[in-house]
Each structure stands twice: as structure tokens, then as C-alpha cells.
């Protein structure tokens, strides 16, 4: 299949250009950070911080004006903190589901197994 893929690598807002009323896009950016130690989100020197998911919310939205299809995964803050509407907020108008995620990778034995995860989605 990739042999008819053209792979682009750039920041998430060049995908702009190839995107059409008839493109489904998947979103699967760095995940929010739901506590103070599980903080990984460092792919690069450029942190994927609030603003960045903001950013990212914002391109959301334009890609949803062009009429394509689209779906977001990310972290569930609500199963640390039930009143962070962070992604509410940022998302308000779309489809937010809340599905079960196998995490088996935490330095905490107990807290490995299903976790709550966001798929945000337009239609
Ligand atoms: C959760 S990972 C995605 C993993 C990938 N979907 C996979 O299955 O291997 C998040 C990715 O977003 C990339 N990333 C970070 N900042 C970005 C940006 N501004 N634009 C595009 N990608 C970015 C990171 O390099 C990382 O590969």
C-alpha cells in the first residue's frame, strides 16, 4: 500500500493542502499530560503544550469547514480530574466519545489496565 502513499512530514497545518470535502483525517497528536508525573509529550525540543493543542483545535476546525470527515484521539483528563473540561471547551460543537484504552505500560502497577480515552469526532 505504501508503494502508492506519498508520505509528507512536516508540522500537523501542511496537511492543509490535501485536504477536501471527500478526505477523512486521523489526528493522533501527543496526548495531553492527565497528571504531573505522566508528562511524556517531548517528541522533539518543542513541547507539545496547551497552546499546541489549541493550535491543533484550531486547525480542527478548519479542516472541518472544508466539509472533511475527521476524528482526534487524546488523553481523558476527567480520570484524574473530573472538572477539567479542557477538551470540552476546545471541542464544543463536536461528537466527544469517551472509549476504554488497555494501558499496559505505568511505573504504577495498579494503575495499568483500561483507562478512559477521547475520540473527538465531526460527524
Ligand atoms: C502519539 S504520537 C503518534 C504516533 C503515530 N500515530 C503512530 O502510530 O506511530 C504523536 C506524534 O506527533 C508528532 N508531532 C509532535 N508535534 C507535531 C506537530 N507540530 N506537527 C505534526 N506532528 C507532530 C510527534 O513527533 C509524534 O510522532
Not at 502513499?5 to 512536516?10: K, L, M, R, W
Not at 501527543?30 to 503544550?49: C, E, G, L, V
Amino acid at each position: 500500500m505504501l508503494q502508492r502513499a506519498n508520505i509528507v512530514q512536516g508540522d500537523f497545518s501542511a496537511v492543509s493542502e490535501f485536504v477536501t470535502a471527500d478526505t477523512f483525517v486521523y489526528f493522533d497528536p501527543p496526548y495531553r499530560p492527565i497528571s504531573k508525573t505522566a508528562n511524556f509529550n517531548s517528541y522533539s525540543r518543542y513541547d507539545f503544550n496547551d497552546s499546541e493543542q489549541i493550535r491543533l483545535a484550531d486547525f480542527y476546525r478548519q479542516l472541518d469547514a472544508k466539509g472533511a470527515k475527521l476524528m482526534l484521539s487524546n488523553s481523558d483528563p476527567q480520570n484524574e480530574n473530573p472538572d477539567d473540561d479542557f477538551f470540552e471547551k476546545l471541542y464544543q460543537g463536536f461528537n466527544i466519545k469517551r472509549v476504554s484504552a488497555n494501558r499496559s505500560i505505568n511505573s504504577n502497577g495498579s494503575k495499568r489496565g483500561a483507562i478512559a480515552e477521547l475520540l473527538i469526532v465531526n460527524y
